[in-house]
């Protein structure tokens, strides 16, 4: 019986990430399907609607929004609705939470926040991973930060959440990691095997088998 729960155990993490993803891409078709393909069948009447238009049509309206918005009129057309939905009570908080965190893991704008530090917590050998969201200040009230400061957060392991903190610059070390490589460390505590840099993949040769030298 410790044999088959074992094995169980194993075949469930292999299963889970798969499951979850085939769920997450499911749900989005036929999300698509549901709302799009309703307006496309009315419009063009039922004889003509064929299953999957719908996935279709979000595929190619998320597509043709990507397009537009490299041209300057289309960009400010989108930050127009961004202001206003900002200004709104009551939305602006739901809606700027989920901007900021879906904006969080896009790779266009990881200009913004591309540096992985390691941030030193009362014993100089206990440190946190995180990652700076901000060095500047200025538009903010007095006493959050200064030029001295930064703003790091740091990510939770196995949960959506973390904590934003100011600290001084000379606490914190620079580390050589893509922002996606360091969340994907930081939200498995560490399982994920990954070492690749900003440099490309480091050599793991010389470090996977400490013995290696003596056989």
Same mark, same amino acid.
């Given at each position: 019986?410790?044999?088959?729960?074992?094995?169980?155990?194993? *075949?469930?993490?292999?299963?889970?990430? !798969?499951?979850?993803?085939?769920? #997450?891409?499911?749900?989005?078709? %036929?999300?698509?399907?549901? $709302?799009?393909?309703?307006?496309?069948?009315?419009?063009?009447?039922?004889?003509?609607?064929?299953? *999957?238009? *719908? #996935?279709?049509?979000?595929?190619?309206?998320? $597509?043709?929004?990507?397009?537009?918005?490299?041209?300057?009129?289309?960009?400010?057309?989108?930050?127009?609705?961004? %202001?206003? $939905?900002?200004?709104?009570?009551? !939305?602006?908080?739901?809606?700027?939470? !989920?901007?900021?965190? !879906?904006?969080?893991?896009?790779?266009?704008?990881?200009?913004?926040?591309?540096? %992985?530090?390691?941030?030193?917590?009362?014993?100089?050998?206990?440190?946190?991973?995180?990652?700076?969201?901000?060095?500047?200040?200025?538009?903010?009230?007095?006493?959050?930060?200064?030029?001295?400061? #930064?703003?790091?957060?740091?990510?939770?392991?196995?949960?959506?959440?973390?904590?934003?903190?100011?600290?001084?610059?000379?606490?914190?070390?620079?580390?050589?990691?893509?922002?996606?490589?360091?969340?994907?460390?930081?939200?498995?505590?560490?399982? %994920?095997?990954?070492?690749?840099?900003?440099?490309?993949?480091?050599?793991?040769?010389?470090?996977?088998?400490?013995?290696? *030298?003596?056989?």
């Amino acid at each position: 019986m410790k044999k088959i729960g074992t094995w169980f155990l194993q *075949g469930l993490l292999a299963i889970a990430p !798969i499951a979850l993803t085939v769920y #997450v891409l499911y749900w989005l078709a %036929t999300s698509a399907e549901s $709302l799009l393909g309703g307006a496309i069948s009315y419009v063009i009447g039922e004889r003509y609607y064929l299953p *999957g238009m *719908g #996935v279709a049509a979000g595929f190619l309206l998320t $597509l043709g929004v990507g397009i537009l918005l490299r041209l300057w009129l289309f960009r400010k057309v989108f930050d127009l609705v961004d %202001t206003i $939905l900002n200004k709104i009570p009551g !939305i602006q908080s739901v809606y700027g939470s !989920i901007r900021d965190l !879906i904006g969080f893991f896009d790779s266009t704008k990881q200009r913004e926040f591309d540096q %992985t530090v390691m941030v030193t917590v009362g014993d100089p050998q206990v440190r946190l991973m995180g990652l700076v969201t901000r060095d500047d200040f200025s538009d903010l009230p007095d006493g959050i930060g200064d030029d001295k400061t #930064v703003a790091v957060y740091l990510p939770m392991s196995y949960q959506l959440g973390g904590f934003t903190v100011m600290v001084p610059k000379s606490k914190v070390q620079a580390v050589d990691m893509k922002v996606d490589q360091t969340l994907k460390f930081l939200l498995t505590a560490g399982v %994920t095997s990954e070492t690749k840099g900003k440099n490309g993949p480091k050599d793991k040769s010389k470090s996977a088998n400490p013995k290696s *030298g003596q056989e």
